[in-house]
């Protein structure tokens, strides 16, 4: 009975299998392309956003390698983006690759970037700027949030004196600065004006050195009024002088504001044994290279010991510490090019190896120029007839 049984039933199992086949075979080609949430649910893409990032000749494959949950949006504004990046100027070929680097940007509504687009209009009048500026920081300028704050920080920045080109940067390389309440930069930017008189700073050069500081680290924003306060306190306590402080606060480009004074007093006990010397000896070695407060111990030894492998002496070192502010590498190959002049740093002084690259390079072709050229090339061949 049970063999009749199997017989019969199994007739039906392959009309139901008939049945359901159809329905597999016109399945949908964007539903191959699944996407689980961390709650296991499985979604499909938006197939009309696909097509339009299509037309628009967008690397759809990218965007699903690393931003594939903008395609599952269900509302997207493709047309709406890509022709507010036309009216300002970009080609097609420059949308493609907007979105393809920042496809969230499809995803905020068209009046957000319309506003963002006004934002930046405020610091970046010419267009042709502003598109080149989208074009390079795409994610900077679609993060649309904050806006009414942004508006605030940037004429506050503007009333401070900062010029326009220094706020574009910000906005590019910086922004989180704008997330800030306006209150609060308003709070650190005295604070910041009140060290600098405390030390003896005068009232006609603080607004040069406040906006010289903030064009060179606008992160100093972040920091807080009462980790400047426990800074300069803890820099008095080492026995620098107001004078002195003055000068660092100068020399660091607000970075001394965020150093930990815990990392600096370890910076400061591994100098005086590395270099042999006494605390005021080590305070005109700080005031020479201020980097020595910001160097942690390990960046310090290795650029120490990366010096000695060169022939350089301690006692070198010592008369001209800002050579410590270059990495190993840099070192080596200063020193190979300026061997290769015949000049030997080991017996002279450091001065003609320190500086940035457009220093060096002026200093190694003045160097050049006194050496002159060879009158023959010693390893070219001679045409001798014999």
């Not at 191959?32 to 990032?53: C, I, M, S, W």
């Not at 269900?74 to 979105?99: C, H, N, P, R």
């Not at 310090?300 to 502010?325: C, D, F, H």
Request: charged fraction near 25%.
């Amino acid at each position: 009975m049970l063999w009749k049984w199997l017989l019969r039933s199994q007739p039906c199992r392959l009309c139901s299998f008939r049945k359901r086949q159809p329905a597999l075979t016109c399945r949908p080609f964007l539903s191959y392309f699944p996407y689980t949430t961390d709650g296991g649910q499985r979604n499909r893409e938006n197939a009309r956003t696909v097509d339009k990032l299509y037309r628009l000749s967008v690397d759809i494959t990218k965007i699903r390698r690393l931003k594939g949950w903008v395609l599952l949006e269900d509302k997207t504004y493709v047309e709406e983006i890509a022709k507010i990046l036309q009216e300002l100027g970009a080609t097609e070929t420059a949308v493609a690759s907007i979105l393809e680097r920042c496809p969230e940007a499809i995803v905020c509504s068209p009046t957000a970037v319309n506003t963002q687009r006004k934002l930046w209009q405020l610091v970046c009048k010419n267009e042709q700027e502003l598109i080149k500026l989208i074009e390079q920081f795409p994610e900077s300028f679609f993060t649309v949030k904050d806006q009414e704050t942004r508006k605030l920080n940037i004429q506050f920045f503007q009333e401070l004196g900062l010029k326009n080109v220094v706020l574009s940067r910000f906005l590019t390389t910086a922004s989180n600065i704008f997330h800030n309440p306006v209150e609060k930069n308003k709070q650190m930017v005295r604070a910041l004006q009140e060290s600098y008189l405390s030390v003896g700073g005068s009232e006609a050069n603080m607004k040069v050195w406040l906006l010289k500081l903030l064009s060179q680290n606008p992160f100093i924003l972040l920091n807080s009024p009462a980790a400047i306060k426990e800074t300069l306190e803890f820099l008095q306590e080492q026995g620098f002088t107001n004078f002195e402080i003055l000068q660092l606060l100068s020399k660091l480009k607000g970075f001394l504001f965020q150093l930990c004074p815990r990392s600096v007093q370890n910076s400061i006990s591994f100098s005086k044994n590395a270099f042999k010397c006494t605390d005021h000896d080590l305070k005109q070695l700080v005031l020479k290279c201020p980097a020595i407060l910001a160097y942690s111990v390990p960046v310090l030894e290795e650029r120490i010991q990366g010096l000695l492998k060169e022939g350089i002496s301690i006692t070198q070192i010592r008369e001209a510490p800002m050579v410590l502010e270059l990495t190993p590498q840099i070192v080596q190959y200063r020193v190979r090019k300026l061997n290769a002049l015949g000049y030997r740093i080991k017996d002279g002084h450091l001065a003609n190896l320190n500086g940035t690259k457009k220093e060096f390079e002026a200093k190694f072709g003045k160097i050049q120029a006194k050496t002159g050229r060879p009158l023959f090339n010693p390893v070219a061949p001679l045409n001798v007839e014999e």
